[in-house]
């Protein structure tokens, strides 16, 4: 069965799994789970893992011990971890062989929603990796925005702009550092097309520590004079109803006459042909009048 059918059989207890899944519960057993029987949650949001911040939790493990447990979930051949990646991994760079945990009924669902909660909680992960866990909630499990919003404590319009980011091509979003460009320099590069430009103000940025404001203005400039070099696009009309044309013709020489000229107009209308002909009988050039001792037109 597909995660999406998963989360929509199970309509609203994975929401309601999710959010019990990282509180305490009464009648929580803790037990001693060996590491070696313990597998990554595939649906991890964090991809990025600092050692020096896992070597400081190991240190930390060391002085005071574990003091949450991790929660894992059953699955074939032992089980698979939910909640307490870093957890683990200080656990195993101290050679630890068991680690204290609680053992869930999760679903699928239940289970990545518990892992983005606990991520979010900690307010580090990057924003790539908050967008892609959001775009795997959504894609995976069928979920709308709004749903996602409510699980997570977040706006709906949040999320969207989150989502943004992706369509930033890999070859971009490999050159942005998260250190040096926020989420907001980010969205700025979405108005432009060319990932050659995008670059180009990343570099830029890079080079000349620009602010936002300051790179929106120089994304707002790049545009600008992308549109000047553009050639003009000539508009040409399609009369796909002949008496459109015939009335517009009419018209023109309706004008012309107003005007002091004399035209002439046939029409001949025959089942499957229109033919009009206009005749302008030649005007000869005025001459400028002599009006009381001064030239028309100036001297």
Known sequence: MRL??????????????????????????????????IEANPFQPRSDFNEASTRELAQSLVEHGLIQPVIVRSCPGGYQLV???RRVRAARHLGWETIPAVVRELDDAASAQVALIENLQREDLSYWEEAEAYQVLLQEFGMTQEELATIIGKSQSAIANKLRLLRLSPRVRDSISREIMSERHCRALLRLDSDGIKLQVIEAIKAQALSVKETEALVDKLLNEDEGRKPRQRVIRLWRDARLLRNSVR???KEMRAGGAE??????????ELEMR?????????????????????R
């Open 278 to 298: 206009i005749r302008i009988k030649q005007v000869p050039a005025m001459k400028p009048e002599k009006v009381e001792g001064e030239r028309v037109g100036g």
């Open 83 to 85: 909640a307490g990646e």
């Open 251 to 253: 018209e023109l020489v």
């Open 263 to 272: 035209v002439e107009l046939e029409e001949r209308q025959e089942a499957d």
């Open 4 to 37: 999406g059918d998963v989360l929509r059989a199970r309509g609203k207890d994975s929401s309601k799994q999710a959010e019990a899944g990282l509180a305490t519960q009464a009648g929580d057993r803790v037990m001693e789970i060996p590491l070696s029987k």
